[in-house]
């Protein structure tokens, strides 16, 4: 069992950053593959960002690649999510996910919420333009 709890969302404007972070307490946190997802109001939740065991290998969705940049630091128990050059299009409720998978399983589903065993609360970011 893990528990994850975002935090670091808020309002900001158009261009702004924002930093979230997920903590992670319950189990070793390096035994966990890492991702950011994401929902706006209306909208299926999509996948955002997701980081391998190591931090080694990170992976993004098209529409952030070049703003946004996951981290981790297992030491910490955290997950981090960098988010530069905001856009109004970023608004949603984001929320970090932990899986407990093998490389094989996870390596290819990675931008799916179905191999993510654990998910936190969500923390709300709102870009106003």
């Known amino acids: 069992q893990v528990q994850l709890v975002e935090s670091g969302g808020g309002l900001v404007q158009a261009g702004g950053s924002l930093r979230l972070s997920c903590a992670a307490s319950g189990r070793t946190f390096s035994s966990y593959a890492m991702g950011w997802f994401r929902q706006a109001p209306g909208k299926e939740r999509e996948f955002v960002a997701a980081?391998?065991?190591?931090?080694?290998?990170?992976f993004y969705v098209d529409s952030v690649k070049g703003r946004f940049t996951i981290s981790r630091d297992n030491a910490k128990s955290t997950m981090y999510l960098q988010m530069n050059s905001l856009k109004p299009e970023d608004t949603a409720v984001y929320y970090c996910a932990a899986a407990l998978s093998t490389y094989s399983s996870w390596s290819g589903r990675y931008s799916s919420t179905a191999p993510y065993d654990y998910w936190g609360q969500g923390t709300q970011v709102t870009v106003s333009s």
């Open positions: 980081v391998n065991w190591s931090g080694g290998s990170t």
